[in-house]
């Protein structure tokens, strides 16, 4: 009898589990080999789908293939259980996934007390070993599980299952030989001990930090799990849209990549301020030969930082030896003008091979099949994507992110702008990333102008994760006579008890127009940049010099605005920008004057960084600092405290308006800012079931000292406890793809008509091709556009959108209300 994994789509042969096992343990093993862990990943690919050996699972394959619909159900549990169901009329689900757990715990379980006998010490990592692989085959559809029990299953309940609902004996019967002797060779005494040791070795010294240690072992346990993940993912995909292979994993010659950026830095002019922007890069290029660890890189605005850390990164991979570089940005707005400057240093063939850009927002909360083959893994030499995307990959729920983990080993991680980490965030980002450097062959750079502290925690909360920098980590040389040298602007604080009103505002940026040709106003919140776009378009006599930008514009159309900018700028034409704080994070603009509501210190000198930008007005350039009258920040918690924190400063007697930018004044402002908000770092999600009183997600991915149950479990992580209270943001956004131009229109149908004949491979480089195309928008308001018809998915039941042309603007961007006429989508 011909046991299936996957039913072919057409008439071509179907995948036998046999095949599908051998596949993913040869995918797995390569995976987890870079940081150690070859034969664990071996053991979970080869034995993750072992219950699909069971008639109950086979008896489904036979439904699916009688019915045709290959398509509808490749690998998920859920939806063979769904189809069963509607076909049968049957209740309950079939569960394939935790027979093969239970064969490795009942056969490693055999050899592991003889381990105990000879070295007690390595009693708690054989168990971690143990069952961290049973917990990765058991969660391998569903997102990691929890360890403990608890009513709706964990681990415990998952292996304590009996026969008539794994088949585990059964399976165990049916089963090809080759499975079983292979499973038998690798599970194995040696195996076992060498693995317990290897976590033993890494683990131990973290023992007197109890969250350390166990944030470390739970992080072991999900690189494994993202090596199975990516494994099946991959091999599944593979199966469906064969001739995929060749274009994973793209290898990148670093010798290569740094003679051509050495070549093109030779061309650079280097003088004036071009000469300081040299010497940090050729800095960066002597640091590059140093160890691996976590460096900072503190450079103001318009230093050159992007130049110097690319530098870094492409000689460092090369002395390591490493697989790739991976920059992590804070928004979407400015991927696409990063990695396009580094795909100009190799030319238009190897940019396109070496870099991809991986925005998160077209991938949806909840996956489809479609989604689960096609979803971005990250296989590129060199990868762009967000802060959001890094932290689901190693705290979101479900399979999605998780999938990515492992390519986060032999790595160089370039954090841009580094001081917009979410507060919550910085124990769980502190901790990974002291990981990532010490035990998986990482290297890690902050970036940003205004460097925070996170080395230097407020004491009490020092144990639950600061950042280890590295001895002489700091990649640029004497900040402080840099920041002098680089000084292009004065700052004005303007703020005043009753702040500024809308018309004092507009008669305010008049009068800059006026005296400086070109002004740049940030606002902290949309609704401000469109009534002082409204205001100032009455006001001035120019319309064609105002422009309106905000995160309700795509990528594409925000570029073509800014290029537009740019000229204007270049030719000397009357200049004027109301912005949301999307400009201020890396944006090459340079305007004569800035105008920046009041906010947190750290957005305010990277407002400063677009004016007076490449130092070529006559004096300097000058930035005023406003409080707007009765500005509504309750709903944005991080720039309400950020204003608190600045206005201390400003308040205090020694203030020294010459001094704001300083980083004298950045280290008080971090200090006061993350002294205010300490006991929102480890990430708080109130109580629940699991836990007594109050949780953090520090304490459910570490020690989880607070849960209720007392278990022989060694690994007691409430993963998918954490998995679902984790947000990277406050309020998650859904990516909506909208038709601002005929490429984004023909996009869109071309993706529309993929519902008809479905191919992964083509999906995957539509959505690409879409990003730039899309709009992130909250929850609530994408339910207001698909119950008022103005937007659509792009399949039935697909969680990917399309915006209907008549609620885009050219002037706003994605809007609830109709703002242009209908010219409908080519089919």
Not at 337 to 343: E, S
Not at 657 to 671: I, N, Q, V
Not at 677 to 683: A, I, N, T
Request: aromatic share 8%; glycine share 6%.
């Amino acid at each position: 009898m011909p046991f299936i994994a996957h039913p072919a789509a057409t008439g071509s042969e179907h995948q036998s589990v046999l095949t599908h096992l051998r596949e993913v343990k040869v995918l797995a093993e390569a995976l987890a080999e870079k940081f150690g862990y070859a034969q664990a990943g071996a053991l979970i690919g080869l034995l993750h789908d072992f219950g699909k050996y069971s008639a109950a699972f086979q008896g489904y394959m036979d439904d699916i293939i009688t019915l045709k619909q290959a398509h509808a159900n490749p690998d998920l549990d859920e939806d063979i259980e769904s189809l069963a169901r509607t076909v049968k009329g049957q209740k309950g689900t079939i569960n394939h996934s935790t027979a093969g757990a239970q064969w490795l715990v009942d056969h490693l379980m055999q050899i592991a007390p003889v381990i105990f006998k000879e070295d007690s010490s390595l009693s708690q990592y054989c168990m971690v070993v143990v069952q961290g692989l049973a917990l990765c085959i058991v969660s391998h559809h569903s997102g990691l599980i929890n360890c403990l029990a608890e009513p709706s299953g964990g681990l415990r309940n998952r292996l304590d299952q009996g026969e008539e609902a794994t088949h585990l004996n059964e399976c165990t019967q049916n089963a090809n030989p080759e499975v079983l002797n292979e499973a038998r060779k690798l599970a194995g005494y040696d195996f076992l001990k060498s693995a317990a040791q290897a976590l033993k070795t890494s683990l131990s010294p973290y023992r007197s930090n109890k969250t350390e240690h166990d944030f470390y072992l739970g992080i072991f346990v999900k690189l494994w799990f993202s090596c199975l993940i990516d494994a099946d993912r991959t091999n599944s995909a593979d199966f469906e849209t064969p001739g995929n292979e060749p274009t994973r994993n793209t290898q990148a010659d670093w010798h290569m990549a740094c003679a051509l950026l050495e070549s093109k830095i030779a061309g650079f002019d280097t003088e004036g301020i071009n000469q300081i922007r040299a010497a940090i890069s050729a800095n960066c290029q002597q640091k590059a030969l140093g160890q691996q660890g976590i460096y900072s890189l503190t450079v103001p605005t318009g230093g050159g930082k992007n130049l110097a850390s690319l530098r870094f990164a492409l000689h460092h991979a090369k002395q390591h030896q490493l697989d790739r570089i991976i920059y992590v940005i804070p928004y979407t707005s400015i991927i696409e003008q990063n990695a396009q400057a580094v795909r100009d240093v190799f030319g238009d063939e190897l940019g396109e091979q070496w870099v991809l850009e991986h925005h998160s927002n077209l991938e949806p909360e909840v996956q489809t099949w479609r989604t689960k083959l096609a979803c971005e893994n990250w296989d590129k030499p060199i990868v762009f994507t967000t802060m959001v995307q890094f932290l689901e990959s190693l705290f979101g729920g479900g399979t999605r992110g998780v999938r990515r983990l492992h390519q986060l080993s032999k790595a160089v991680l370039i954090f841009d702008e580094i001081q917009t980490l979410p507060i919550n965030c910085v124990h769980l980002f502190n901790n990974a990333v002291n990981f990532l450097t010490r035990h998986c062959h990482t290297t890690a750079v902050m970036c940003t102008a205004t460097q925070p502290l996170l080395n230097k925690l407020p004491e009490r909360v020092r144990p639950r994760g600061e950042l280890a920098l590295t001895g002489d980590n700091e990649l640029t040389p004497d900040i402080s006579k840099l920041y002098q040298a680089l000084e292009r602007v004065t700052v004005r604080n303007l703020v005043r008890p009753r702040g500024w009103d809308e018309s004092e505002l507009t008669a305010l940026i008049a009068q800059q127009l006026e005296s400086n040709t070109s002004c740049l106003v940030i606002v902290n919140t949309k609704h401000w940049a469109k009534a002082l776009y409204h205001a100032l378009n009455e006001h001035l006599a120019w319309p064609d010099g105002i422009f309106h930008l905000s995160t309700d514009m795509c990528a594409a159309h925000r570029k073509a605005k800014l290029d537009e900018i740019r000229s204007r700028l270049d030719d000397g034409l009357p200049t004027l920008c109301l912005s949301t704080a999307l400009i201020e994070a890396g944006v090459d603009v340079d305007f004569n004057t800035v105008v920046r509501f009041l906010a947190g210190l750290d957005s305010i000198a990277q407002a400063a960084g677009r004016c007076n930008r490449h130092g070529r007005q006559q004096g300097m350039g000058e930035v005023l600092v406003v409080n707007p009258h009765k500005e509504n920040l309750n709903m944005l918690t991080d720039i309400k405290q950020g204003v608190a924190a600045t206005k201390y400063i400003l308040d205090a007697d020694d203030f020294d308006e010459a001094k704001l930018l300083s980083p004298e004044y950045t280290t008080r402002y971090f200090d006061k800012y993350f002294y205010e908000r300490c006991d929102e770092m480890g990430y708080p999600t109130g109580t629940h079931g699991l836990t007594q009183g109050q949780s953090q997600l520090v304490d459910l991915l570490s020690s989880n000292e607070k849960n209720i149950e007392k278990s022989p479990i060694a690994i007691r992580q409430a993963f998918m406890v954490a998995g679902k209270a984790f947000k990277a943001i406050n309020a998650p956004t859904q990516g909506v793809i909208v038709p601002y131009d005929n490429t984004a229109k023909t996009l869109i149908s071309a993706l529309l008509a993929l519902d008809k004949r479905f191919d992964a491979a083509q999906y995957r480089k539509l959505l690409q091709q879409a990003q730039k195309y899309s709009v992130n928008v909250f929850t609530h308001k994408l339910k207001q556009l698909l119950d008022s018809e103005a937007a659509y998915p792009i399949a039935e039941d697909e969680p990917v959108y399309y915006l209907r042309d008549e609620h885009y603007s050219s002037e706003f961007g994605l809007s609830l209300e109709i703002c242009g006429e209908q010219e409908g989508l080519v089919l």
